[in-house]
């Protein structure tokens, strides 16, 4: 079983920047297409950023493209969300999750992920 820790979060002013880590143990992190979510206060989780277990594909939800970008470092099995110009709209907990499945094509969808960290909050005042 692969355990994910998020680690990074904070309270930040709009425009400011924050990076996210999610350390992996259990698994390689190249191994799996792995992603990050976020889930903010009466609403449902939403996908954020996306890497292929090859590492050759990225994918992002609209609201973030341009903003944010997803990396990780294979040497300290991590996974990283960059995220800049951050708005408040951008407050949530933010989760890292790993997709077991080397056959999905950019899984966006919850339910397409197996293992899930406990979350980081993210505030971004005005």
């Known amino acids: 079983q692969v355990h994910v820790v998020e680690s990074g979060g904070g309270l930040v002013q709009a425009g400011d920047s924050l990076r996210l880590s999610c350390a992996a143990s259990?698994?390689?992190?190249?191994?799996?297409?792995m992603g990050w979510f976020r889930q903010a206060p009466g609403k449902e989780r939403e996908f954020v950023a996306g890497?292929?277990?090859?590492?050759?594909?990225?994918y992002y939800a609209d609201s973030v493209k341009g903003r944010f970008a997803i990396s990780r470092d294979n040497a300290k099995n991590t996974v990283y969300l960059q995220m800049n110009s951050l708005k408040p709209e951008d407050t949530a907990v933010y989760y890292c999750?790993?997709?077991?499945?080397?056959?999905?094509?950019?899984?966006?969808?919850?339910?397409?992920?197996?293992?899930w960290g406990q979350g980081t909050q993210v505030t971004v005042s005005s």
């Open positions: 999750a790993v997709d077991r499945n080397r056959m999905a094509v950019t899984p966006t969808a919850s339910h397409e992920y197996d293992y």
């Open positions: 890497m292929s277990w090859s590492g050759l594909r990225t």
């Open positions: 259990g698994g390689t992190v190249s191994n799996y297409h």
